[in-house]
């Protein structure tokens, strides 16, 4: 089954872009998942094929025209999810990607100048989402960003099917830090015990490391999870009872 992406744009020459290297690229090659890029403005009505307006209440910059988008949003409805993109969203979560991942496809809007009028997120149900707490200039980059993280999890499309499991978010940490050669590198070494061989040893230190630098650097991702609580990867946790049987 392919991954069908709809993307609505201002500026569908943008599309694939990076999207067509890659792992990314040569899915989309396959047929793996498909993409289209609608431009907005074909859906304009006027003679000056205008797609905003100035912003009831005054101020700075225009505003994308409702009637506009929901011609633009009819269009390519079909029953996937619709996403707008807009700093004022949900922030994306792999936990989202996975589901959308794992679904028919997705339709992306993407916003340009001041964003969208607030009332279409209503009149077509939008799932308004934010790729992080800065501002774009507009939705494209926000859209392919997320449609990256889907595509790489679609079957056949990562090599190692495992490596998605114990990655950043999936565990409600970030992931251990990596290591590779060369063993000694500008006076700095791999930790000895990556290099001991021993399995649970390697195991227990790589979820200790998640542990603590999730503590440091996303703390939110703790509290979001349910505290102190975390479970070893799977991995560990096979040890632990191996451990425990002798
Ligand atoms: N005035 C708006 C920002 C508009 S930026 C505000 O302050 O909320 C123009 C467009 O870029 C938006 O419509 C949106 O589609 C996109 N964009 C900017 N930042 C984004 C973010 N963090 N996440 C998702 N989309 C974003």
């Given at each position: 089954m392919t991954f069908r992406a709809s993307v609505l744009t201002l500026y569908p020459d943008m599309f694939p872009g990076p999207l067509g290297a890659s792992l990314a690229g040569k899915a989309l090659e396959q047929g793996v998942w498909s993409l289209d890029a609608t431009n907005i403005r074909d859906f304009a009505t006027d003679k000056h094929r205008s797609v905003d307006d100035t912003p009831a209440g005054g101020g700075a910059g225009m505003v994308l025209r409702p009637d506009v988008l929901a011609a633009a949003v009819d269009q390519v409805a079909d029953g996937r999810p619709m996403l707008a993109l807009t700093p004022r969203g949900a922030p994306m979560t792999q936990k989202r990607v996975r589901e959308l991942a794992a679904g028919e496809g997705v339709i992306m809007l993407c916003g340009r100048f001041e964003g969208f009028d607030e009332r279409i997120f209503e009149?077509?149900?939008?799932e308004a989402v934010s790729v992080g707490d800065y501002v774009l200039?507009?939705?494209?980059?926000?859209?392919m960003a997320i449609l990256d993280a889907c595509v790489r999890l679609?079957?056949?499309?990562?090599?190692?099917?495992?490596s998605g499991e114990e990655e950043s978010f999936?565990?409600?940490l970030l992931e251990y830090?990596?290591?590779?050669?060369p063993v000694e590198w500008e006076g700095r070494t791999i930790p000895e015990v990556l290099r001991s061989g021993d399995h649970a040893k390697i195991a227990a230190w790589r979820h200790e490391r998640a542990v603590e630098d999730t503590r440091l650097r996303r703390p939110d991702l703790i509290e979001r999870h349910g505290g102190a609580s975390q479970a070893p990867p799977s991995g560990a946790r096979r040890r632990d009872k191996e451990e425990k049987k002798k």
């Open positions: 009149a077509r149900a939008l200039s507009g939705g494209e980059l926000g859209a679609l079957p056949g499309v990562m090599g190692a099917p495992s999936e565990t409600g830090p990596h290591y590779t050669r």
